[in-house]
C-alpha cells in the first residue's frame, strides 16, 4: 500500500464535505507531475488530506477506492475515486510538519505547491504520532 498527501482548499471541498458524501471524485488536478502520482494510486492506498489555504493542516485520512481514469471535465487529465477512512486525533499544522526535524524531507514541504504527493512510511507515522497528540 503506498501512501499519499492530497490537499483541498476547505472552503471549496473539505473533510466535512467528504464525510457528508461518504466519497468524492478527486478531479480538477492540472500539474503533470501530480498526475503522475494519482496515475500511481492503487485501490486501497491511503491519503492524508490536507486543508490548504485557511487551515494549513493535515485532518484526516482517505482511502483510494478506484484507479485513475480520464477527468470528466478534462480527459487530459486524470481523477482517482476517494471515500474518508478517519479523521485525525487533531489536526497537524503546517507550522508543526515544518517544525519537525524528522518531516524535512516530506514533499509538502520540499515541494509545497505541489497537490498531490506521495508520503513516506516514516513520515506517516509521524504525522500520525503528531495528531496524537
Given at each position: ?27 480538477g ?8 502520482h ?8 491511503e ?6 489555504m ?6 484526516g ?19 482517482v475515486?476517494?471515500e ?5 486525533a ?5 507550522a ?6 524528522a ?10 505547491r505541489?497537490s ?15 495528531a496524537?497528540?
Open positions: 500500500m503506498a501512501l499519499w498527501l492530497m490537499k483541498s482548499e476547505p472552503e471549496s471541498y473539505g473533510w466535512a464535505n467528504l464525510v457528508r458524501d461518504g466519497g468524492t471524485e478527486w478531479d488536478v492540472r500539474n503533470p507531475t501530480a498526475r503522475i494519482l496515475r500511481a494510486m492503487k485501490v486501497g492506498d491519503a492524508f488530506l490536507y486543508h490548504s485557511s487551515d494549513k493542516a493535515v485532518v485520512i482517505m482511502r483510494i477506492t478506484r484507479e485513475a481514469q480520464p477527468d470528466a471535465k478534462d480527459p487530459n487529465w486524470v481523477s475515486r476517494v474518508p477512512a478517519r479523521a485525525l487533531r489536526p497537524v499544522t503546517l508543526e510538519i515544518k517544525a519537525e526535524p518531516l524535512a524531507q516530506m514533499e509538502l514541504i520540499r515541494q509545497s505541489l498531490v504527493a506521495p508520503v513516506r512510511e516514516d513520515e506517516w507515522a509521524m504525522v500520525l504520532e503528531m496524537s497528540g
